[in-house]
C-alpha cells in the first residue's frame, strides 16, 4: 500500500511568519505534488516535483515556495503567511506514468491568523 | 474557469440504491481518473479509464467516458454508508509531459441507511 505521510496535520500560524509543511512517501515514486483545497474549488496544484532537486510551479504557486531534498520528501514553504492561505493542504506521490495513480497524504489543516 | 466539473454537486441516496455522478470536462485528455475523498481523509482513486476506452468496471463502480462529448460518468450499485464521500474526477491532459491532473470541484455523496 502506497503511503504518503504529512506534518503537522494541524498548524496555527501568525500573519507574516513562515511556515513549512513537510511530506514524506515511501513509495520511491518520482514525481510529488502539493495541492490545497478549499470549499468550492476542489483541489488545487500548487507545485510539483519530477524527482529529488526539481521543482515546478503549477496552477496556483504564488505565495509559495517548494523543495524536494531527496527522493522520499518534498516540502512546501510559505515564507510570508497571509489568511489567504489558510486552507487544508495535501501531499501527493505518483509515478512517472501519464496515467499512474496519485497517492495523497491525509493532509495538513492550516489556519493563519 | 473549471476545466473538469462534476454534477450534481450533491446527491442523497438510500442504501441498496444506485447512483451516478457525471463529469464534463474542457480539454483533449489522455485519462479520465475518479477519486473518493472521504471526510477527514485524502483522495483515494477509483478508476482510471484511458481515452480510448468507453467502460472500466471496478467491482461495484462503472465508469464510462465519451470524448466526442467530453463526458463521464462514475455509477455505484448497491450502495453503502460507506460510500458517503466527495467523488471528483480527474483529467490527465494530452499533449504534455507534466502528468498533471486538473480535478473538478467534487459531488457530494450521501448514502442513508
Known amino acids: 500500500e502506497a503511503a504518503v505521510t504529512q506534518s503537522p496535520r494541524n498548524k496555527v500560524a501568525v500573519t507574516g511568519g513562515k511556515v513549512t509543511l513537510s511530506c514524506n512517501q515511501t513509495n520511491n515514486h518520482n514525481n510529488m505534488y502539493w495541492y490545497r483545497q478549499d470549499t468550492g474549488h476542489g483541489l488545487r496544484l500548487i507545485h510539483y516535483?519530477?524527482?529529488?532537486?526539481?521543482?515546478e510551479k503549477g496552477d496556483i504557486p504564488d505565495g509559495y515556495k517548494a523543495s524536494r531534498p531527496s527522493q522520499e520528501n518534498f516540502s512546501l514553504i510559505l515564507e510570508l503567511a497571509t489568511p489567504s492561505q489558510t486552507s487544508v493542504y495535501f501531499c501527493?506521490?505518483?509515478?512517472?506514468?501519464?496515467?499512474?495513480?496519485?497517492?495523497f497524504g491525509p493532509g495538513t489543516r492550516l489556519l493563519v491568523l | 474557469s473549471q476545466l473538469a466539473e462534476e454534477n450534481p454537486w450533491a446527491l442523497s441516496v438510500h442504501e441498496g440504491e444506485s447512483v451516478t455522478v457525471n463529469c464534463s470536462y474542457k480539454t483533449s485528455i489522455t485519462a479520465l481518473q475518479w477519486y473518493r475523498q472521504k471526510s477527514g481523509e485524502g483522495p483515494a482513486q477509483l478508476i482510471l479509464?484511458?481515452?480510448?476506452?468507453r467502460e472500466k468496471r471496478n467491482g461495484r463502480l462503472r465508469a464510462t467516458l465519451d470524448t466526442s462529448s467530453q463526458s463521464s460518468s462514475l455509477s455505484i450499485t448497491a450502495t453503502r454508508c460507506e460510500d458517503t464521500a466527495v467523488y471528483f474526477c480527474a483529467t490527465v491532459d494530452s499533449g504534455g509531459s507534466n502528468y498533471k491532473l486538473t480535478f473538478g470541484k467534487g459531488t457530494l455523496l450521501t448514502v442513508t441507511p
Open positions: 516535483s519530477y524527482g529529488a532537486g526539481s521543482t
Open positions: 479509464i484511458r481515452s480510448n476506452e
Open positions: 501527493a506521490s505518483g509515478g512517472t506514468g501519464v496515467q499512474d495513480t496519485q497517492y
